[in-house]
């Protein structure tokens, strides 16, 4: 059942809904947590907060088109899910920071998600467009056809990968997605599929769901990550000049928050003098 252990969803619960269903679930999910961004080791820039941003929204819109009336085309989806999906697979250090991992990779869920379920409706136009002509039908109705499954295809394997690294980050670190109780959203979704006969082409809008108070609540999710190690230089005085080696230090601190996510703080300064070399006089007896 749902719920079974507090906050973390039940996932063959989710398998069971509609499309829109889940593109709704996993849009509420990035929703919920951006409010505890803050508590993250790593802090998105502006521009990555807008690119998560326009995925949940997307995503929201279309969970929330009527019938088959489409306001977000395939294009517009594939975008905004190539730009958070470098955020989540391009970023090395982002699996060390659970709560803007997850954030990203619920929002790219969603967002994969429409877009793989539009890439099925081209397949669908581009047979029903070869069945119009009839005889005339030719080569090139073939090859839109085949192009449109292969992107199907891609799009879909896309949404399947983000949807099972989310999965996989819930079941690994539960105590993060207790503060969220993703349980409670999963239970009215349910509640609402259970009062329609089954069509993959239901709204789901977001005022299903209760509003999200933007007031962090005090049973916050902490994420127990070991501090990134300690980094020493050292330089030999005289061979390099005073901006050389703040260059040096500038790099080296680039490629410590690439890494660690952590930004490279100077903590103290020392001078050593060399050390005094020991030759043996008169030989070795």
Not at 17 to 29: N, Q, T
Not at 89 to 105: D, E, F, W
Request: net charge negative; with cysteine; glycine share 6%.
């Amino acid at each position: 059942m749902a719920g079974e252990r507090a906050g973390v969803p039940d996932w063959e619960e989710i398998s069971l809904l509609p499309v829109k269903a889940k593109v709704a679930f996993a849009a509420r999910c990035a929703r919920r947590m951006l409010p505890y961004l803050g508590r993250s080791s790593h802090t998105f820039s502006t521009v990555d907060l807008d690119a998560i941003e326009k995925a949940i929204r997307i995503s929201e819109e279309y969970a929330a088109e009527a019938n088959d009336f489409r306001l977000i085309t395939l294009g517009e989806a594939m975008a905004a899910g190539s730009r958070v999906g470098r955020l989540v697979y391009g970023l090395p250090h982002l699996g060390n920071a659970p709560i803007a991992n997850a954030i990203a990779l619920a929002a790219y869920t969603a967002v994969m998600t429409v877009a793989a379920a539009l890439a099925v409706t081209d397949v669908h136009t581009a047979r029903a467009a070869r069945d119009n002509r009839g005889d005339r039908a030719n080569r090139a109705d073939r090859d839109a056809i085949l192009r449109a499954i292969r992107a199907a295809r891609d799009v879909s394997d896309d949404a399947t990968r983000a949807a099972t690294d989310f999965k996989e980050l819930a079941d690994r670190s539960p105590e993060l997605f207790l503060p969220f109780n993703f349980s409670e959203d999963l239970g009215l979704l349910q509640l609402e599929v259970s009062k329609r006969y089954w069509y993959d082409s239901w709204s789901f809008p977001t005022t299903l769901f209760p509003p999200i108070t933007e007031a962090v609540p005090e049973k916050q999710p902490v994420e127990d990550l070991d501090p990134a190690p300690p980094l020493s230089l050292l330089f030999e005085v005289g061979t390099l000049t005073p901006f050389e080696i703040q260059e040096v230090i500038s790099l080296v601190g680039e490629m410590y928050h690439g890494l660690t996510g952590d930004k490279l703080i100077i903590d103290s300064t020392d001078t050593f003098e060399p050390a005094a070399s020991l030759v043996p006089q008169g030989g070795l007896s």
